[in-house]
């Protein structure tokens, strides 16, 4: 057991803390206009020019009382930036949302956990 704990702190000391931290991406969300629920994030820190990435936005959903998932691809360059947007006008319903990115080799984005900040947006006009 010590040598176990003596060699986790060696890995600390060596990688300056982050020996199991993955690093997340940060994005931002705008919405416009402001309370619609056409909305876009964009952001920066992720693996470049990477095909792995969603947006994923759970939510309310029409005709349920259970969360919904919503995924997008977020495109993501070669400086590690990307950005997607969501558009349900007309079709959707107000609420409040979790609006973050996951990265998923499988495209399995609704299991996968986030690689970005998670963010909330409120829709008050679906």
Not at 69 to 90: E, H, I, K, N, Q
């Amino acid at each position: 057991m010590k040598l176990r704990i003596g060699f986790v702190f060696a890995l600390v000391a060596l990688f300056g803390g982050s020996a199991y931290a993955a690093q997340l991406g940060v994005i931002e969300v705008t919405q416009d206009p402001a309370g619609s629920s056409h909305f876009t994030a964009a952001g920066c820190g992720f693996r470049a020019g990477s095909a792995d990435y969603a947006m994923v936005v759970v939510g309310p959903a029409p005709d349920t009382a259970s969360l919904a998932y919503w995924v997008d691809p977020f495109t993501v360059d070669a400086a590690g930036c990307g950005s997607a947007t969501v558009s349900w006008s007309s079709s959707g319903v107000a609420g409040s949302f979790q609006v973050y990115v996951a990265r998923s080799p499988s495209a399995n984005f609704w299991r996968a956990q986030p690689a970005s900040n998670v963010l909330t947006v409120l829709v008050t006009s679906p």
